[in-house]
């Protein structure tokens, strides 16, 4: 039996080529496997914990909204107080005036001052209260039907306590009782 030739061959990589009575191989390429301290391990977290970590995580932007509301609050809070320390400061005592319409204008103003001074007493009593119920985690709650208040009602009016429902149900009554 005669021996066969055997055709040359050539490893090129990436090509395969036909030259003149050889026969070309096309190469393998040459990857380099990661060293193992380049690997990271994936670990797998149990069930309660990824449920958990979704169900805080879309609690966060709530969370985050009230703190923000808080921090306005507390800015709202020192503004009113340091205009009433302003205001008391500015307030002028019993002035006589010899004319009495001057008398009964200045006495108007001293009412009216007194009067929205009374107003941001109230203001500041809801705003200490809004805050407290941040800190006891109660805040955004409607007091009258226990669901959460929207986060755009609480932006517009963070003093609220009612949900838009309860207290288009309440100024509805109110105006019932008055007759209107």
Known sequence: MPKKKKKKTVKQPGRAKKTAGKKVVRAKKIVKKPKKTQVKKIKRKPLKTAVKKIKKSSLL?????????????????DELLREAE?????????????????????????????RLRDRERMLLKKIDEAVERIDKDIFGICENCGNEIGIKRLEARPVTTCCIDCKTRQEEEERIAEGG
């Open 86 to 114: 302003e205001a008391l400061n500015i307030l002028p005592g019993e002035i006589n005036f010899p004319d009495m319409g001057d008398q009964a204008t200045a006495e108007t103003d001293r009412d009216f001052m007194l």
């Open 61 to 77: 932007p709530r969370k985050s909204k009230m703190l923000k509301i808080k921090k306005e609050l507390l800015a709202q809070r």
